[in-house]
T-cell receptor, first 114, second 115 residues
Framework: NAGVMQNPRHLVRRRGQEARLRCSPMKGHSHVYWYRQLPEEGLKFMVYLQKENIIDESGMPKERFSAEFPKEGPSILRIQQVVRGDSAAYFC????????????FGDGTRLSIL | GESVGLHLPTLSVQEGDNSIINCAYSNSASDYFIWYKQESGKGPQFIIDIRSNMDKRQGQRVTVLLNKTVKHLSLQIAATQPGDSAVYFCAESNAGGTSYGKLTFGQGTILTVHP
């Protein structure tokens, strides 16, 4: 059984460029979540999506960040005009349903901003 | 505000000992809790979960205890092995409320198991 797949595993961008992070959920999962992790810290919730819908984006910065989960294809987290402070590990999780269903995580994308 | 925190940031044990990792949470509305294990360079790996209508749940070599009175969660690992060395996070959500998809994570406890 394939788990949550994220790519790329590592991404280097210069300030001002765009970063696109992809996430394919586990087979049969229609709920996707994005989290950000800074070194030595726990994960911080960013956004929760179901197919074609954003359910909760309360953890996502209002500017430069966007997320989508189209009917076909992976979920995308997009960061425009990246800044040094965007450097972090970005994790995607998926679950079978919402609420009291365990979220299963991918191995993340490590984003470095030069 | 809502927060989930850990009493002990590091824990060192000998192989074969039992380990107990603790977690305090502040949101009394939290009704769903999960423990994750994270190894270096990897994503969090689901260990065990518990709902607020329970106070104990057992898995393979692991037990989670929930004390809602004092808002405390613990993870017990029996016969700890070197492969258990990792960072352990507790996470909580108000699954029955408006933020039902959002997990709030604690800072993590580093478990080191010595052979």
């Amino acid at each position: 059984n394939a788990g949550v797949m994220q790519n790329p595993r590592h991404l280097v961008r210069r300030r001002g460029q765009e970063a696109r992070l992809r996430c394919s959920p586990m087979k049969g999962h229609s709920h996707v979540y994005w989290y950000r992790q800074l070194p030595e810290e726990g994960l911080k919730f960013m956004v929760y999506l179901q197919k074609e819908n954003i359910i909760d984006e309360s953890g996502m910065p209002k500017e430069r960040f966007s997320a989508e989960f189209p009917k076909e294809g992976p979920s995308i987290l997009r960061i425009q005009q990246v800044v040094r402070g965007d450097s972090a590990a970005y994790f995607c999780a998926s679950s079978l349903g919402g609420g009291r269903e365990p979220q299963h995580f991918g191995d993340g994308t490590r984003l470095s901003i030069l | 505000g809502e927060s989930v925190g850990l009493h002990l940031p590091t824990l060192s044990v000998q192989e074969g000992d039992n380990s107990i990792i603790n977690c305090a949470y502040s949101n009394s509305a939290s009704d769903y809790f999960i423990w994750y294990k994270q190894e270096s360079g990897k994503g969090p790996q689901f260990i065990i979960d518990i709902r607020s209508n329970m106070d104990k749940r057992q898995g393979q070599r692991v037990t989670v205890l929930l004390n809602k009175t004092v808002k405390h969660l613990s993870l017990q690992i029996a016969a700890t092995q070197p492969g258990d060395s990792a960072v352990y996070f507790c996470a909580e959500s108000n699954a029955g409320g408006t933020s039902y998809g959002k997990l709030t994570f604690g800072q993590g406890t580093i478990l080191t198991v010595h052979p």
